[in-house]
């Protein structure tokens, strides 16, 4: 059975940082596609970031610059380093994995396998 559990979400301020985690279990994610996505009140869901096989990440507009994105195979985790917060990055935030395609990383529909979410609100 397919696991994938998030962590580290909270409240801060704007310009603030938290680090979020995804633990899989069940799941080998050394040679799959796993990202970030997110869905604020009201909206749809959207790509943050997402990896695939062999490494290469792929951030949205909206965070580059701020956001970086860390595959552990060996302890079969992902993380996601948020700095710079702003209240617009306010959302549930998801893990998700699956074997997707390089030049569709971004494309929430395509993923297999979704965690719980953990929630992140930013202040200003």
């Known amino acids: 059975q397919v696991q994938l559990v998030e962590s580290g979400g909270g409240s801060v301020q704007a310009g603030r940082s938290l680090r979020l985690s995804c633990a899989a279990s069940g799941y080998t994610i050394s040679r799959k596609c796993i990202g970030w996505f997110r869905q604020a009140p009201g909206k749809g869901r959207e790509a943050v970031v997402a990896?695939?096989?062999?490494?290469?990440?792929s951030y949205s507009d909206a965070v580059k610059g701020r956001f970086d994105i860390d595959k552990d195979n060996a302890k079969n985790t992902l993380s996601l380093q948020m700095n710079s917060l702003k209240p617009e990055d306010t959302a549930m935030y998801y893990c998700?994995?699956?074997?997707?395609?390089?030049?569709?990383?971004?494309?929430?529909?395509?993923?297999?396998?979704w965690g719980q979410g953990t929630q992140v609100t930013v202040s200003s």
């Open positions: 998700a994995a699956g074997r997707v395609e390089w030049w569709q990383l971004l494309r929430p529909s395509l993923y297999d396998y």
């Open positions: 990896i695939d096989s062999d490494g290469t990440p």
